[in-house]
């Protein structure tokens, strides 16, 4: 019998207050807040955040608030139906690809931009541009968008 087969493990419940990372990470954008996990392996931010680095795998890591600011790389719009219910309020609409301050690439609605071709075009024409992450209050969560800066 080895070792640890002989140690007692003491089973504990987890406190009444304990939040999942996706309940921590909605009540913090409720806030307005960007809630990431930094690693203290690789220095890098997983957002949202999960139960271990997207990077290196590691489950070394701290809780983080991203600044919210990035460039949008492109922009587009689907032709689809909204993926959700609750987006048919604002559909349709615009999304796009951020890079985060951070290093974080984001894929998220972009509000202020119609969804248009031609609109579309002009946010390509004028090049990555710097962007500001806001909250969409929903019926049910909170939602990351972004608005141009
Ligand atoms: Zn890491």
Known sequence: ??????????????????????????????DGRFLAHKCRKCGRYTFPPTTCCEHCGSWDFEAAYLSGRGMLLYASHGIAPPPHPRFAGIAP????QIMLDEGVAVQAIVRGVEATPQALRAIFERGPLPVNACVMSMTD????AFELA
Do not use: I, N
Not at 141 to 144: A, K, Q
């Open 141 to 144: 969560l909170p939602v990351l």
């Open 93 to 96: 609409y615009v999304y796009g």
């Open 1 to 30: 019998m080895c070792a640890q087969a002989t140690q007692r493990v003491e089973a504990r419940a987890p406190a009444a207050e304990a939040k999942s990372y996706v309940e921590q990470y909605y009540d913090a954008l409720r």
